[in-house]
Structures are given as structure tokens and as C-alpha cells.
């Protein structure tokens, strides 16, 4: 079992800044890939980022790539999600994951290959 806990949610205005943290506690974090997801209200669960185990791999979806970088401390079981330049469409609840990959390097976009979720932290971009 792998235990997330998020932080680091809140208002902004657009155009400001916000890091998102992600506690991991239990198994080894570094054996995990990580991911970051959001959720608007009235819409399905998103991709947003992943980063590889040890860091050096990362993935964004297209809306956040120049804007949101991903990054890990595995000495500090963390992964945090930077958003800068931030948008109203940006607002959603904010989710961290963990995928037990195995051997696969292969950095998934789908919420259906993590294994393990945090509770959310909201995060609302306003005009």
C-alpha cells in the first residue's frame, strides 16, 4: 500500500502560481511512477503530468506543456507539480498518483493504470 496526500491547493488569480505537493508514504516511492490528474467540476478525470522513477522522464498533456513542469524528491517520498501562468481553466481538483509500472519505463496517461490516489487538493484560477 501506497499512502498519497496532496497540498498546496488554493485561489490564485490568472497569471500567478501555485506548487502542488504530493507526500507518498508506505512502500518504496522511488519504485513508482507518478502522476498528477485534475478534475473540473462536471467533467471526467484528466491527465496532466508523469514523471519516471528515478526523475529523468517526464510527460505533459499539450494544454499545460511550457506552463506545469513535474518533478520528484525521493529522498523525501515528494513529487510536486509547478504551475505557472496559471488559467481559469485551469481550475479543478488536483490529484497525485502512483503507478507500480513493474519493469516499464512507459510514463501512462490513463487513470486506469495507477494504482494509487490521493484525496485531491482544489485549486480555482480566478479572472
Known amino acids: 500500500q501506497v499512502q498519497l496526500v496532496e497540498s498546496g491547493g488554493g485561489l490564485v488569480q490568472a497569471g500567478g502560481s501555485l506548487r502542488l505537493s504530493c507526500a507518498a508514504s508506505g512502500r518504496t516511492f522511488s519504485n513508482y511512477i507518478m502522476g498528477w490528474f485534475r478534475q473540473a467540476p462536471g467533467k471526467e478525470r484528466d491527465f496532466v503530468a508523469a514523471?519516471?522513477?528515478?526523475?529523468?522522464?517526464?510527460t505533459y498533456t499539450d494544454s499545460v506543456k511550457g506552463r506545469f513542469t513535474i518533478s520528484r524528491d525521493n529522498a523525501k517520498n515528494t513529487v510536486f507539480l509547478h504551475m505557472n501562468s496559471l488559467k481559469p481553466e485551469d481550475t479543478a481538483v488536483y490529484y497525485c498518483?502512483?503507478?507500480?509500472?513493474?519493469?516499464?519505463?512507459?510514463?501512462?496517461?490513463?487513470?486506469?493504470?495507477?494504482?494509487?490516489w490521493g484525496q485531491g487538493t482544489q485549486v480555482i484560477v480566478s479572472s
Open positions: 498518483a502512483a503507478h507500480d509500472a513493474g519493469s516499464s519505463w512507459y510514463l501512462s496517461p490513463r487513470g486506469s493504470d495507477y494504482d494509487y
Open positions: 514523471i519516471s522513477r528515478s526523475g529523468d522522464k517526464t
